[in-house]
């Protein structure tokens, strides 16, 4: 059992069994660093859930959302208008068609739908969507590439999205490199720098280990809350469908209402003339 395995089994799972299927992961390895990693996997939001569940169960739906992009590039390059009028449509036919069905409340599907026109324009999104592992939406500028750095559980291949520029200091080394010379080669340490700096790597994982259990436990809080959310999410909605139904009882109770106090009203005018005609026949007696 490797830790990619194990992420994808956990980001195939409900969001609500996330947390529990993580711990339970994380409970059958010997593997203390291993244990360690599959317990940092963090929960995904409930628009990028929706996403690697499309990933697994329709992923020729999303492959015809992605494909899009790759005709539309070539079409902006050849500055044809018509063919990037045609797929512009055929792009917002497939977004829909991609979350119909999916049963999202409104703000989760916006948020879907963003993302897989974050995926049409940029191929670094399109690799994270590809990865069936997001952890939260993407969103695109139209300008500057889409940043997944923290977006998707394990790191996926980005090749084919624009490469970052590399470092000052590493492009100047290749330079120098290419010209035939070497890079200075660091001095020889002595003693007791080697201890400064044995101490200050230790000093460094006592931090590191500390800031590890911080950020474990604000994500076992950040869990708790998003399924806070969704828990609250979801009673917003029946409380939206109660009240819909509700305010349509309450339309008929009023018209039944009317219809009765109209009746009631009829029947008392006949009660008068009933009585006015008993005593009529009373007085002629």
């Given at each position: ?18 947390v529990e299927r993580r711990s339970a ?52 390059a050849a500055r044809d208008r018509a ?203």
């Open positions: 059992m490797d830790l990619r395995e194990v992420a994808e089994e956990l980001y195939a799972s409900a969001p609500a069994a996330f992961a994380a409970q059958e390895t010997d593997d203390r660093d291993l244990a360690r990693r599959i317990r940092a996997l963090r929960k995904p939001t409930a628009s990028a859930a929706a996403l690697n569940a499309l990933m697994r169960n329709d992923p020729e739906a999303v492959h015809d959302v992605l494909e899009i992009g790759d005709r539309l590039r070539d079409a902006f063919a990037i009028r045609e797929l512009t449509r055929e792009r917002q036919r497939l977004l829909q068609a991609a979350t119909r069905g999916l049963g999202l409340s409104a703000a989760v599907a916006r948020e879907v739908e963003e993302t897989l026109q974050a995926a049409v324009v940029d191929p670094a999104a399109a690799a994270a969507v590809r990865s069936g592992m997001l952890l939260r939406s993407l969103e695109s500028t139209g300008v500057d590439e889409v940043d997944v750095s923290d977006a998707v559980a394990l790191p996926v291949d980005t090749s084919a999205a624009p490469s970052r520029r590399p470092p000052r200091s590493a492009k100047q080394a290749a330079v120098k490199q290419a010209a035939g010379q070497t890079v200075d080669e660091a001095p020889r340490e002595t003693a007791s720098e080697r201890r400064e700096r044995q101490r200050r790597i230790r000093t460094a994982q006592k931090a590191l280990e500390r800031a590890r259990a911080d950020a474990d436990g604000l994500d076992d809080e950040l869990d708790a809350e998003v399924d806070r959310r969704t828990d609250l999410e979801g009673e917003r909605d029946t409380l939206e469908r109660r009240l819909e139904r509700t305010t349509e009882e309450l339309a008929e109770a009023r018209a039944v209402e009317r219809d009765l106090r109209r009746r009631i009203a009829a029947a008392q005018a006949a009660l008068r003339d009933a009585e006015r005609a008993l005593r009529d026949a009373r007085a002629d007696a």
